[in-house]
T-cell receptor, first 111, second 110 residues
Framework: GQQLNQSPQSMFIQEGEDVSMNCTSS?????WLWYKQEPGEGPVLLIA?????ELTSNGRLTAQFGITRKDSFLNISASIPSDVGIYFC???????????FGKGITLSVRP | DGGITQSPKYLFRKEGQNVTLSCEQN?????MYWYRQDPGQGLRLIYY???????QKGDIAEGYSVSREKKESFPLTVTSAQKNPTAFYLC?????????FGSGTRLTVV
């Protein structure tokens, strides 16, 4: 099946720094979604991308849908402690558009 | 407020027992899903249902069962056939591709 690749598994940054994480696939996706999961909770949708080349912002978060439709990236600017969590990329696959998730990147922010 | 509710938050199971995890939504979503989350493994699909009285196996359905008798409810039973059930279980519902997740149930085998 289609897979989404996220690496590294963990990232450690200093408060105030910007961070960029990407998601790649060997298959084309028509939608890219970025979710954040805080400890002990379910994932929450941050940004949805529907068109190749699209650049979308949500506060300090910016995400882009790659031109090839095989990748996407998420930028977080001026990180703060509450940015801590697991960031997943996801995209619909198959006839029923079930979501496939990447394995996630755990972000830690040092004060 | 509309949302999706999972219960209980924490569940302990003895080996050999079946347990049922509850998932209820009042969003009027047609589709519902169960995912399993293990550290470093992301979210893996167990079962999903696009409509009442119908459901399909996901990628890791062995040892699990579901029912969808009402649009609002999609309970997951973890059976004794599931050899490694300790995990965080997430339920989601969707309409037009937008997923809403519950807060999860952490199941531990003791």
């Amino acid at each position: 099946g289609q897979q989404l690749n996220q690496s590294p598994q963990s990232m450690f940054i200093q408060e105030g720094e910007d961070v960029s994480m990407n998601c790649t696939s060997s298959s084309i996706f028509n939608t890219w979604l970025w979710y954040k999961q805080e400890p002990g909770e379910g994932p929450v949708l941050l940004i949805a991308l529907y068109k190749a080349g699209e650049l979308t912002s949500n506060g300090r978060l910016t995400a882009q849908f790659g031109i090839t439709r095989k990748d996407s990236f998420l930028n977080i600017s001026a990180s703060i402690p509450s940015d801590v969590g697991i960031y997943f990329c996801a995209g619909p696959t198959g006839a029923n558009s079930k979501l496939t998730f990447g394995k996630g990147i755990t972000l830690s922010v040092r004060p | 407020d509309g949302g999706i509710t999972q219960s209980p938050k924490y569940l302990f199971r003895k080996e050999g027992q079946n347990v049922t995890l509850s998932c209820e939504q009042n969003l009027n979503h047609d589709a519902m899903y169960w995912y399993r989350q293990d550290p470093g493994q992301g979210l893996r699909l167990i079962y999903y249902s696009q409509i009442v009285n119908d459901f399909q196996k996901g990628d890791i359905a062995e040892g699990y069962s579901v029912s969808r008798e009402k649009k609002e409810s999609f309970p997951l039973t973890v059976t004794s056939a599931q050899k490694n059930p300790t995990a965080f279980y997430l339920c989601a519902s969707s309409i037009y591709g937008g997923y809403t997740f519950g807060s999860g149930t952490r199941l531990t085998v003791v």
